[in-house]
């Protein structure tokens, strides 16, 4: 074997026109189809990452080792494993309960890479790159095509094969071939790429970037040790030209020169406008790659720290050194830790690097690249290869025990709703007798809607606490909370006071199911009429709405191994009016859905339906008029000639937080405010929250009201409810004043609260009963996203303010009564959580947040505060705290050292003391601690000195109280 000694790079292509056709949109992003995910090699996929902790959901034992990573199409994830000493087949395993479908062999070889597009399977093995059909029971042989002859030389297939702009590339000794996933023919003839009689039998690979206009750029790394950039051109025509652009480049130095140095498994990545190279010791050896070099080639060569294959998200490359850090890099070759030298999360290996969405998968551990947080590890796992997204939530890999492995959040794994189109359904008939249900639009029958869509007929009453009941003309009366039944209704009117933000989530999700079946008529359709391309772009488009896996791989079946039609274009003209007529069939199911809503007095809902109308028909005048229809009172300049645009924007972000603009004649406007707020302000509100706001950006602001009304439903959650609110008319004093930026927010000089401490990004103000924040900076974003600064400190301060204001407003603490622990310690657990609730399904449980885990980690040096100590602290204790001794602590579930001083310990361990208050003590946690928290507002705690606090908690004393704390804190270490 010889060393990996060279670097083709860069070949623009011009597919011809019957391969343009592939080159449709058709879904691909979404799966991990070809090796390291993509034909650009970055190990990424375009699917919601896990997130939280996740759970094996199961273990498949295959026929043998692995030869390759898996790849993923619809559902099914392929394997290519060895059998016997020398003989390889493919396994097509369902990915949603790891059931091995069918089995095929591809006969014996050396190695066997796989890519998979729109159903067909490609192997690529020494003596021949073949194709594969699954059709849900068996895989069987489609066309084999086999390595031309080299200078009356016989020659092999040399590398993994990448799918991109619809052709199938693979590469030989010395050139590039570009084959028709149809046949497997050569498109054009094949390129050249060495002119070199060395034929070694080095391992080579491609990286190829797909153009907007159906070019194709090629790079290739293998065999000699120079660059040489080479242009195609005309492939459209009988002669395309051969350029070269004579560049070379030594990149064997930057490489490595180790005689260990084994490229059987070379990878090619591209970075930016360079490229990222790593040669690890061969598939097998992935998890341990003690012999990897890797290299940014560009402008220069430059060596970086990453020894372990990486990934490239957003044109940074992320991975991990010999010496078990992980590092990002950047295209010029700049890099920085992201751990510190050998202190990986415990339990964490040092694996290949995949990415879904903007998380990055170490192997057996997970990285949040926004916040740096190490959101999860599965201590006991030692994936081989790397983790290989297959689905939202859920990801596969192989072990050295010779099983395929699936991990997903625990929410992921829970049963789909009646109607939902899961993998979970049995088999149907064929997609030419089924289709994807299409689900009616409630109408002005009695009744109830309901937030999964369904309505259900009948006499409709209001109830109590805005549940319903309808008495259908047959059959039982049925009662339905306010969270299932989001409209009630008699003689087209409802019957109590709906959600907007409710009625309109149960109408998206309906229209979503409508428009899926949409897109499965237009589907069939275009395969009837043998248009594949156009075909395989509404399947994707249905994916997106809901097109389960399932049926998709039904759908697909009916275009499996065919062409375009030789008159495609004509018959294309044709289809295209169908598609047209279904598509317009939709957007006035999108017109009519927001009509009902606006004749319920659910504006705001109406116009985010209308909003999604024009993603549809972005030149639809009706819908630009009835918005500007719906222009609620309040809204600023309503009259103005954009005003329908800007409502349509507006809308877009505030109603789905439950949010709209104050009307005129509300008491709110009525208020007087001293300067800055009495003019050039907007006023939204909630139902528990009025935002006064300098800033006029409706992403800003959305997120505002939707984390402010989040951080209060999890003050609820823990605490109970306060006096209910039915109406945003009755706002109850829940006041936040918004700051376009920090300046401002500096500058303001309250007459009651005075300025703000210039380390703040936010305050409740008792005095004034009002929170103030600022809208940072995009240079203060690019290190603490929104969601990290701004939306943290909302959280946090709104905590104190619904507590203050609604939870327990006759307050009589003061600055020396005990327990100020528990004022700090649960609106640090809401900042906390809070800003994990979307990931974790609305729960408060998430035990990886930065309290636990400084908490643990400062128990582990037996250094956290003592639970005695920390009951007797008042607010006047907690000022006199020093700044000083600092510990140092390595983070479990963040990629850094965290530097406690006894102030910011004071913070963390009461969040952490609350949080196994109310999540590990069962249902008499949260109780107890209300009850504590509800006597330290009034002033009560510490009247009866006899009295050991740790007892309202449910304790028999402190000193038993600290030991169960202290157990738990263990268990967050192991």
């Not at 570009?178 to 080579?204: E, K, M, Q, W, Y």
Request: proline fraction near 6%.
């Amino acid at each position: 074997m010889g060393l990996l000694r060279r670097l083709w790079t860069s070949a623009a292509l011009v597919v011809l026109a019957v391969a343009q056709a592939w080159a449709q949109d058709d879904g691909s992003a979404r799966e991990w189809n070809q090796p390291r995910g993509n034909s650009e090699r970055s190990a990424w996929v375009d699917v919601a990452p896990i997130r939280s902790q996740p759970v094996v959901a199961w273990r498949t034992a295959l026929p043998g080792p692995a030869s390759a990573s898996p790849v993923t199409w619809q559902g099914i994830v392929y394997v290519p494993t060895m059998r016997g000493k020398d003989e390889f087949v493919i396994s097509a395993v369902n990915a949603a309960n790891g059931e091995i479908l069918a089995t095929k062999s591809l006969g014996k070889g050396e190695w066997a890479h796989l890519a998979v597009w729109r159903g067909t399977v490609f192997a690529v093995m020494p003596d021949a790159v073949r194709s594969y059909r699954f059709d849900g029971k068996s895989i069987s042989l489609g066309w084999s095509a086999r390595p031309p002859a080299w200078y009356s030389q016989k020659t092999t297939w040399t590398g993994m094969p990448a799918v991109a702009g619809g052709v199938l590339v693979v590469p030989d000794a010395n050139t590039v071939h570009l084959l028709d996933p149809a046949n497997g023919r050569d498109l054009v003839p094949p390129i050249v790429t060495s002119d070199s009689s060395d034929l070694s039998d080095d391992f080579a690979t491609v990286c190829v970037t797909p153009g907007a206009k159906g070019e194709l750029d090629i790079a290739r790394l293998g065999i000699t040790t120079w660059i040489d950039s080479i242009v195609v051109t005309g492939l459209g025509t009988r002669a395309p030209v051969v350029g070269s652009h004579g560049i070379t480049r030594s990149v064997f130095d930057a490489i490595g020169r180790r005689k260990e140095l084994n490229p059987r498994s070379p990878i090619l990545m591209r970075l930016g406008r360079r490229f990222f190279a790593t040669s690890p010791t061969g598939f097998v050896a992935e998890a341990d790659n003690s012999f990897c070099a890797s290299v940014i080639i560009g402008a220069a060569c430059a060596s970086t720290p990453i020894a372990n294959p990486a990934t490239i998200v957003r044109d940074v490359a992320y991975g991990i050194s010999t010496d078990s850090t992980a590092y990002a890099v950047s295209r010029d070759g700049s890099y920085s830790e992201l751990t510190k030298r050998g202190q990986l999360p415990k339990g964490a290996k040092t694996g290949s690097a995949s990415a879904a969405g903007d998380v990055v998968y170490f192997g057996n551990w997970a990285l949040d690249i926004a916040s740096g947080r190490v959101l999860w590890c599965l201590a006991g796992e030692a994936p081989l290869g790397p983790l290989v997204p297959v689905a939202d939530g859920r990801a596969v890999f192989l072990t050295t025990a010779n099983e395929l492995v699936s991990i997903a959040e625990p929410e992921r794994l829970r049963p789909a709703p009646v109607g939902a189109g899961g993998d979970t359904a049995p088999a149907g008939p064929t997609a030419k007798d089924t289709s994807t249900p299409s689900p009616d639009l409630p109408g002005d029958a009695d009744g109830a809607f309901l937030a999964d869509g369904r309505f259900v007929a009948g006499r409709a009453e209001a109830l109590d606490g805005g549940r319903v009941r309808v008495i259908p003309e047959k059959g039982d009366p049925q009662e339905f909370d306010r969270e299932v039944c989001v409209l009630g209704q008699s003689a087209g009117r409802p019957v109590t006071i709906p959600e907007e933000r409710l009625v309109l989530a149960a109408m998206e999700d309906l229209l979503d199911r409508r428009s899926a079946a949409a897109w499965d008529a237009v589907f069939r359709a275009y395969a009837e009429a043998q248009l594949i391309a156009d075909a395989a772009r509404a399947l994707a488009a249905g994916k997106l709405d809901g097109i389960s896996d399932a049926r998709a791989r039904e759908l697909e079946r009916l275009i499996a191994g065919k062409k375009e039609h030789p008159n495609a274009d004509l018959r294309r003209k044709r289809v295209r009016l169908d598609e047209i007529a279904l598509r317009d069939g939709f957007v006035e199911s999108i017109r009519a859905a927001s009509a009902w809503c606006s004749a319920r007095g659910l504006p705001g809902a109406a116009t985010v339906l209308l909003a999604r109308l024009r993603k549809e028909r972005p030149d639809d005048a009706k819908s630009l008029e009835a918005a500007r229809e719906l222009i609620p009172p309040g809204f600023p300049d309503p009259v103005g000639t954009d005003a329908a645009l800007r409502w349509l924007a507006w809308a877009t972000e505030i109603v789905p937080a439950g949010g709209e603009f104050v009307p005129p004649d509300a008491p709110e406007r009525a208020v007087k405010r001293d300067a800055p707020w009495d003019k050039d302000v907007l006023l939204l509100r909630t139902l528990n929250v009025l935002l006064v706001t300098k800033s006029y950006d409706p992403a800003v602001v959305g997120a505002c009201l939707r984390h402010g009304e989040g951080a209060i439903r999890a003050c609820q959650h823990v605490l109970g409810p306060a006096a209910p609110l039915t109406s945003m008319s009755v706002v109850g004093g829940m006041e936040v004043r918004l700051h376009r930026d920090r300046a401002s927010y500096l500058a303001e000089d309250s007459s009651a609260d005075g300025r703000a401490e210039t380390w703040s990004a936010g305050y409740y103000s008792p005095t004034s009963r009002v929170s103030r924040f600022y809208v940072p900076s995009g240079e203060e974003t690019t290190y603490t996203p929104l969601q990290r600064g701004l939306l943290r400190v909302l959280a946090h301060e709104l905590t104190h303010q619904w507590i203050d204001l609604r939870w327990q407003p006759e307050g009589a603490a003061s600055a020396t009564t005990p327990g100020y622990w528990c004022v700090e310690g649960v609106a640090r657990f809401v900042e906390d959580q809070s800003v994990e609730m979307g990931r974790r399904a609305g729960r408060l449980d998430d035990v990886t947040v930065k309290s636990l885990d400084v908490t643990s980690q400062v128990d582990g040096r037996n250094a956290i505060i003592p639970l005695a100590t920390l009951l007797a602290m008042s607010h006047n204790h907690f000022a006199k705290l020093a700044d000083a001794p600092k510990l140092e602590v390595q983070l479990r579930n963040a990629a850094r050292i965290s530097i406690v001083d006894p102030r910011g310990l004071f913070y963390e361990q009461s969040g952490a003391l609350v949080f196994w208050l109310v999540n590990r003590r069962g249902s008499e946690g949260p109780a107890a601690f209300a009850r504590y928290l509800r006597l330290r507002y009034r002033g009560r705690l510490g009247a009866d000195a006899n009295v050991d606090p740790a007892t309202i908690l449910g304790f028999e004393s402190v000193d038993a109280m600290q030991k169960e704390f202290r157990a738990f804190l263990a268990s967050l270490r192991r």
